[in-house]
Nanobody
Framework: QVQLVESGGGLVQAGDSLRLSCAAS????????MGWFRQAPGKEREFVAG????????FSADSLKGRFTISRDNAKNTVYLQMNSLKPEDTAVYYC???????????????WGQGTQVTVSS
């Protein structure tokens, strides 16, 4: 069992940067693949980025490559999402998730946080 709590969201202007954090509880954090997803109003939840249990493999949605970077610190039971050059279309609730294998599909993740709101003004 893993409990996930996101933080770091807020209101920023276009072009700004923001770093989201996701703190996990549970002894087995470092055995899980971690992912970030986002959901904008009226839209489906979409994959943002994923990272393997040891951080050796990462991958991101093609549309976000070069702006968003995922990382993790297993000593702190925390995964991060660094977001640069933010755009109004990045406005969404951002969720972190934990699963057994690296994947870009929502159904492959077993545990979810409550989400943190990111709003980007133009």
């Amino acid at each position: 069992q893993v409990q996930l709590v996101e933080s770091g969201g807020g209101l920023v202007q276009a072009g700004d940067s923001l770093r989201l954090s996701c703190a996990a509880s549970g002894r087995t954090f470092n055995s899980y693949t971690m992912g970030w997803f986002r959901q904008a109003p009226g839209k489906e939840r979409e994959f943002v980025a994923g990272i393997s249990w040891n951080g050796a493999r990462t991958f991101s949605a093609d549309s976000l490559k070069g702006r968003f970077t995922i990382s993790r610190d297993n000593a702190k039971n925390t995964v991060y999402l660094q977001m640069n050059s933010l755009k109004p279309e990045d406005t969404a609730v951002y969720y972190c998730a934990a699963g057994p294998t690296i994947a870009g599909v929502r159904a492959r993740y077993d545990y979810w946080g409550q989400g943190t709101q990111v709003t980007v003004s133009s």
